[in-house]
């Protein structure tokens, strides 16, 4: 073979390869989708410390009860407290700080589709001279942790008793 003696192959030069393609920047459908998942992110962490913050009364309202002693003197009215004060916290104050007695015990029914039968029967001996025993005084808790936890957050719902109580 005679190819190293032939001129027009000695000129020849090796072969030129182009520069590596790189991956930065990256290309604008990449931009797109990073926007798309920076938002979607965003929004998904704004919509959960909303709902955090929105069950702030119901977490503080489950605390009180889990410390309130059983044997305090006033347990009944101190839990009846409790209920309203995180009922106010949703709803406006003129639509739940009058109720009073049976209309306060309908409207507590009223929240959630099933109630302890003991949360009505006990509030209702709050004012008695007599304290509640230990246990009905634990029954009440219970009964009150389970509507606070079927019934709350409450949605505001004034329209709608507006367009009842006419």
């Not at 190819?3 to 790189?22: F, R």
């Not at 009180?64 to 009846?80: D, K, Y």
């Not at 004060?85 to 099933?114: D, F």
């Not at 109630?115 to 634990?138: C, F, G, H, V, W």
Request: proline share 6%; net charge positive.
């Amino acid at each position: 073979m005679q190819t190293a003696n032939n001129p027009a192959l000695a000129a020849m030069k090796d072969i030129q390869l182009p520069e590596p393609i790189h991956a930065w920047p990256p290309a604008y459908g990449y931009w797109l989708v990073l926007a798309a998942c920076l938002t979607i992110l965003a929004v998904c962490l704004w919509w959960f410390i909303k709902q955090y913050r929105h069950r702030a009364a119901k977490r503080e309202a489950l605390k009180q009860l889990a410390h309130l002693a059983l044997n305090h003197p006033q347990f009944a009215i101190e839990v009846n407290t409790i209920l309203k004060r995180s009922a106010m916290s949703y709803l406006p104050r003129e639509q739940v700080a009058s109720l009073e007695g049976e209309a306060w015990l309908q409207w507590l029914q009223q929240q959630v589709t099933h109630i302890d039968d003991n949360l009505p029967l006990l509030l209702a001996k709050r004012y008695q001279s007599k304290a509640l025993t230990p246990t009905q005084a634990e029954q009440l808790r219970q009964a009150a942790i389970g509507w606070l936890k079927q019934a709350l957050p409450l949605k505001h719902r004034a329209s709608e008793e507006a367009a009842c109580s006419h």
